[in-house]
Structure formats: C-alpha cells, structure tokens
T-cell receptor, first 113, second 109 residues
Framework: DAGVTQSPTHLIKTRGQHVTLRCSPI?????VSWYQQVLGQGPQFIFQYYEKEERGRGNFPDRFSARQFPNYSSELNVNALLLGDSALYLCASSLVGYGETQYFGPGTRLLVL | GIQVEQSPPDLILQEGANSTLRCNFSDSVNNLQWFHQNPWGQLINLFY???GTKQNGRLSATTVATERYSLLYISSSQTTDSGVYFC???????????FGGGTRVLVKP
C-alpha cells in the first residue's frame, strides 16, 4: 500500500503570496494532521481534520487554513506569506486521529523569499 | 500544554557503540511515538509505545507511563543511524502530537 503522499516536494514563493500544499493519507485512514517544522526544531501542530471536520487547531494565525475532501485528502493554505513561514510542512495520517499511530509523509519544503 | 523534553540534545558515537536516548513528559499520555528523521526530512516511525517495552532489531524502547518517561536504546550503532530522533506524545483525551526538541545523533565510522 502507498504511504502518505504530499505535493509539491519543494516550493519557492515571495512574501505576500499564497500557497497551497496537498496531502493524501494512507488508504483507509480518515484523519489528517498538518505540522510545521522550522529548521532546528521539532514539528509543531497546525491542524487536524477528521471526516472533513476540523478537530483541532494549533497556535497559528488565521493566515493558515485547511480543508479535507470526501476522499480524505487534505489541503493546507497559507495566505500573505511571511519570511518566517519558511519551513518543512508535514502531513500525518491516522485511522481516526485519537491516540493511535500517526504516519508522516515526506513533507513539502517551503522557502519564502 | 504538555511539555516534552529529550536528552541529550546531541550525541556523537563511534560505529558499534550503544546508546540511550531519554524522553520526559509532563502529563499522562495515550500515545507516545519515537521517530527517526533522515537528512531529507522524512519522519520514520520507530515505535508506538505508550507503555511497556518493544524491540525491533538493534532498536528497543521502554516507556514507564507512571513515571512519565521513555527510553530509546540503540545497540551496535551504524552510520545509517545518524539523524535526529524525536519523541512525540499525545496527552490523554487529546488528539495532537507534541514533539520534543530531538536528539541529534552522529555515528562516525
């Protein structure tokens, strides 16, 4: 079975632009979570979605938004990009999102110039 | 929120050496995972271990939930073990992984 997939792998944007990142979970998994990892730190939780509903949100500004589609894939959108948004964005997939193992995709590296 | 602390922050090993990485957490958890992050950024699942002991080849892990810590053991280290090891937890009744700061491991040939 395919693992968690993310696209694109790398992205370069300029300040003020908008970006959309995509994630497809493992087949059969209904929960997707998004994490941001800046250089030298551990990943930080951004959002969790389950059955198309937002289940949790981390301490990120409203410029960050996400959604989940009927096929359980997900998009993370970031508006009005800042230099500090440069990071590795990771998507995690799990069955129902409570307590069980989470599996991570390869990530999208975003560079904001 | 829950706090997760990992030690040591950096570890340099000679190939073949054994090592122990520690993860302390500040609250009850219903999920604890150990990950290895490779140089390309991929987080590789090592263990799902909210309690007890597990082994997988040269790696093993023990979580003592009542004392709020977990240990990851690497035996007979190899250069491919280099990378950053993360401990991450989900607190009881929670749904988000909280990561520690990681332990950066370098295994020298």
């Amino acid at each position: 079975d395919a693992g968690v997939t993310q696209s694109p792998t790398h992205l370069i944007k300029t300040r003020g632009q908008h970006v959309t990142l995509r994630c497809s979970p493992i087949s059969g998994h209904k929960s997707v979570s998004w994490y941001q990892q800046v250089l030298g730190q551990g990943p930080q939780f951004i959002f969790q979605y389950y059955e198309k509903e937002e289940r949790g949100r981390g301490n990120f500004p409203d410029r960050f938004s996400a959604r989940q589609f009927p096929n359980y894939s997900s998009e993370l959108n970031v508006n009005a990009l800042l230099l500090g948004d440069s990071a590795l964005y990771l998507c995690a997939s799990s069955l129902v999102g409570y307590g069980e193992t989470q599996y991570f995709g390869p990530g999208t590296r975003l560079l904001v110039l | 929120g829950i706090q997760v602390e990992q030690s040591p922050p950096d570890l340099i090993l000679q190939e073949g050496a054994n090592s122990t990485l520690r993860c302390n957490f500040s609250d009850s958890v219903n999920n604890l995972q150990w990950f290895h992050q490779n140089p390309w950024g991929q987080l590789i699942n090592l263990f799902y271990i909210p309690s007890g002991t597990k082994q997988n080849g040269r790696l093993s892990a023990t979580t003592v939930a009542t004392e709020r810590y977990s240990l990851l053991y690497i035996s007979s280290s190899q250069t491919t073990d280099s990378g950053v090891y993360f401990c991450a937890v989900i607190k009881a009744a929670g749904n988000k992984l909280t990561f520690g700061g990681g332990t950066r491991v370098l295994v020298k040939p």
